[in-house]
């Protein structure tokens, strides 16, 4: 089911069982796109011996390494972002589109519409969210490219299983084969003392990314706005004083104000600080979701 190759995807070592969620999702029938290599075109990710590797290479291995944010207070901020906008399917907190659905329920602007144009609106959002997942899955797929937990720990000569490493001579990090993320919040554990995790898909793009991008330019133009005009005050699930960490610990409540277009630069770049994807990942999430939403305005207006 896995290729051993260098840059392909395979399970988390935390938990080298893990199996591969929405294989075939990206061949689900879009509801506004025509077809997802028409109206979202993704290119391929950088080659591993690239300098568009290296940089992301040297960037996840030090702002996504687990406790890096104990051993240096630079870091917490972003591991706080990580968290932030974590909602990886955890007891209680359920998934991404979830959390971009609370944001944009907090839009005070909303309040303001009639009840009709709401329920539109919340459709639109919903809908674009649907075909991001659609996209996302489809490329994860299509690409099959390796997370940051198996990239760092087989980059060098003689690790993984073809002892290849990547062939970048470019980057300033060396591989670790001992390297572990922050990792996708295991946030409400049912079972003391859980691990935080690689997600079981393989990274390029996104969902994060694709999914929020999608959502909140949506939101944005059907209320006649920029997504940096747009300024919400909201409380994460992940930090509202009652969940609780992968150690059982409750976590603190905390209320941030945020435009719609930090929403989707620190909902994307989040997931580089929990070590669990490449910034490109990131980028290329916001190119498909925009393109999404597009699509979905267009439609809807």
Known sequence: MYSEAPGKHRPDPGDPKQSTLGR?????????ISSVPTDAPLCAPPD????????????????GKENITRRD???????VTGIFWG??????????PRLYNQVVRAIPELKTLTHAKQIQLLTAINVAMADAGIAAWYWKYHYDFWRPVIGIREADLGWG?????DGNSLRHEKGDPFWLPLGAPKSNPTKSNSNNFTPNF???PSGHSTFGSACFETAAALLGKRPEDIIV????????????????FVRPQLELKFSLRDAIEENEISRIYLGVHWEFDATSGRTVGEAIAKKVIA???
Request: with cysteine; glycine share 12%.
């Open 24 to 32: 075939n999702w990206g061949q689900v029938t879009p509801f506004v």
């Open 48 to 63: 591993l011996a690239s300098q568009g590797y290296a940089t992301a290479f040297d960037q996840v291995a030090i702002c």
């Open 73 to 79: 207070p630079a870091f917490r901020d972003k591991a």
């Open 87 to 96: 909602y990886d399917g955890a007891n209680k907190l359920g998934t991404p």
């Open 161 to 165: 299983p073809t002892g290849k490493g």
């Open 202 to 204: 393989p990274a390029y």
């Open 233 to 248: 005050t909201f409380i994460s699930d992940e930090f509202n004083g009652k969940t609780t960490d992968n150690k059982g």
């Open 299 to 301: 439609a809807f207006c």
